[in-house]
């Protein structure tokens, strides 16, 4: 009688779809079911969404707190305003006092986050019958599935996905895990910096689905639907619209390029994010400030972004902070387009440091002018990129590359439990 697949935990508590709940639902929906069966517990609002129905993979719901802020009631407004006041700013750098007040943060996120939240994984883990958990983010927030899986002697793979400031606990709590994933090497370098030190490290990048850009490109269709006229060439930029992803460096830079390129469009894809619903009006606001609001197209949220990405010319991103990988630019590539990157965080890494894109200074809206305008100017240089990003998209970013990897590395983990 053949046994049963091990089974695995998938954690998430993003309270909302981002980038960490779209690369898990992918790698789920290409996990291959007669070697593992996954069980997924994620944040309510995330847990409810059809497509884990539409899979048929189980779900489990829990609020965890993530991305809450304190409390309101008078306690924690009272905690709120004695953690900022300048007393205690006074007394987190003291000499004596400042490691007693970090070691009394510590015990009280321990006693009321970590604590709860570590309790409820470890009951699901005994009562499921799970041999792995693989927890997907951050390590801080991570946090609640260590303890679990060592309460419970089970291994964690935690998937560190973004740049996180790291404490002792923190550090502490790496080498209990049984293997940390970096997607990229920057990432692991700075956690490394910090001093976290996991007993197996992978780089293992975030991938895309790349029969999503087997179709056809409408490039006609696109530009009707949208308004634009059929000769339009398109810049695009994908992803919630934050400030920090450098969405006024883009505009500012598409209106220094718009006299000589009259052609030229910018479509900006992409949700507002709920910290920053204001946002979308300031970026309108600064295209008409600027005298180029009939040329930047604002799209909202799409389904259908590889459609737009395999109709356009060229995708930008050039983000201010550094970005611990940044999924667009590895679509922009799978759809075939040549791309602009800010030179900072993992986004060299993904263009190969120049050889599948063009790299610019953060929040240089000259820089990126003057790039728009050397892929507008030379389609021999445009189509050059364009085919090796295509080719690195293929070769290091599939989705059948990411899911051997974290397989091997969960079979690893399970035999030496």
């Known amino acids: 009688m053949a046994s049963s697949p091990p089974r695995i935990l998938f954690v998430d508590f993003a309270p909302r779809p981002g980038g960490s709940i779209h690369s898990l639902a992918l790698l789920l929906r290409?996990?291959?079911?007669?070697?593992?069966?996954?069980?997924?517990?994620?944040?309510?609002?995330?847990?409810?969404?059809?497509?884990?129905?539409?899979?048929?993979?189980?779900v489990v719901a829990y609020d965890a707190g993530q991305g809450q802020p304190a409390a309101a009631q008078p306690a924690g407004e009272l905690t709120r305003r004695l953690r900022t006041s300048r007393?205690?700013?006074?007394?987190?750098?003291?000499?004596l006092w400042g490691p007693v007040w970090q070691t009394g943060s510590l015990v009280r996120r321990l006693w009321a986050r970590t604590r709860p939240t570590a309790a409820f994984i470890a009951r699901l883990v005994e009562r499921e019958g799970i041999d792995l958990l693989h927890l997907n983010d951050a390590l801080p927030l991570a946090e609640p599935g260590i303890v679990a899986a060592w309460r419970t002697r089970r291994p964690?793979?935690?998937v560190a996905r973004s740049f996180a400031t790291l404490d002792p606990c923190h550090?502490?709590?790496?080498?209990?895990?049984?293997?940390?994933v970096f997607t990229s090497a920057v990432l692991q370098a700075d956690h490394r910096r910090q001093g976290a030190r996991f007993p197996r490290e992978r780089i293992i990048p975030n991938a895309v689905d790349l029969t999503a850009y087997a179709q056809s490109a409408d490039r006609e269709g696109v530009r009707r639907e949208l308004g634009l006229p059929p000769t339009a060439q398109l810049a695009v930029v994908v992803g919630r619209l934050m400030r920090r992803?450098?969405?006024?460096?883009?505009?500012?830079?598409?209106?220094?390029?718009a006299p000589a390129w009259p052609s030229l469009y910018g479509l900006i894809v992409g949700e507002a994010d709920p910290r920053e619903s204001g946002l979308p009006a300031e970026l309108q606001a600064?295209?008409?400030?600027?005298g180029v609001a009939d040329r930047v197209c604002f799209t909202g949220y799409r389904a259908d972004v590889p459609r737009l990405l395999l109709a356009a010319d060229v995708l930008c991103f050039v983000p201010s902070d550094p970005e611990p990988f940044g999924r667009t630019v590895i679509e922009g590539m799978a759809a075939g387009l040549p791309v602009i990157v800010a030179a900072n965080g993992a986004l060299p890494e993904l263009i190969g440091h120049g050889e599948a894109g063009l790299m610019v200074s953060?929040?240089?809206?000259?820089?990126?002018?003057?790039a728009l305008t050397t892929l507008l100017a030379d389609p021999v240089q445009a189509q050059t990129l364009a085919a090796a990003g295509r080719h690195r998209a293929r070769t290091e970013f599939g989705i059948e590359r990411q899911v051997a990897a974290l397989t091997a590395l969960y079979r690893e983990c399970l035999e030496r439990r």
């Open 156 to 158: 964690a793979v935690v």
């Open 171 to 180: 550090r502490f709590l790496s080498r209990l895990a049984a293997a940390g």
């Open 286 to 290: 600064l295209a008409q400030a600027l």
């Open 30 to 58: 290409h996990l291959p079911r007669d070697a593992f069966a996954p069980l997924a517990l994620l944040a309510p609002t995330v847990a409810a969404l059809p497509v884990w129905a539409e899979w048929g993979l189980p």
């Open 87 to 95: 007393a205690a700013d006074r007394l987190r750098g003291h000499r």
């Open 245 to 257: 992803k450098g969405l006024h460096t883009f505009i500012r830079a598409l209106a220094q390029v």
């Open 362 to 370: 953060p929040d240089d809206a000259a820089a990126l002018a003057t």
